[in-house]
């Protein structure tokens, strides 16, 4: 409750096995400020840190690649200011 900051990490495994399909992805990714962590001859996999809305967002932006794995952290979160949790 009250005003607070969400965070949601995604590492998406997407088919990137033509120039075409590479370009468009890196794309993407670049648009949602996400980082292509790992590159095979045929895959990307690309690393999101963001609202769950944008990663739902950008997972929504890939839909027209086949991804072949997906991996959600769950939202974290924190309460803006001085405001901290007692336990």
Known sequence: DGPHIEREMVLVKVKAATMAQ???IKRLADIF???IIDV???TYTI??????RK???FIDALAEHKI???VRSGVSGIAR???ILHI
Do not use: C, N
């Open 47 to 52: 690393e999101l840190t963001g609202s769950g």
């Open 40 to 42: 095979t001859t045929s």
């Open 68 to 70: 072949l794995e997906t």
């Open 81 to 83: 200011g001085d405001k």
């Open 22 to 24: 590479r370009d468009d």
């Open 33 to 35: 400020r996400g980082h």
């Open 55 to 57: 990663v739902d967002s």
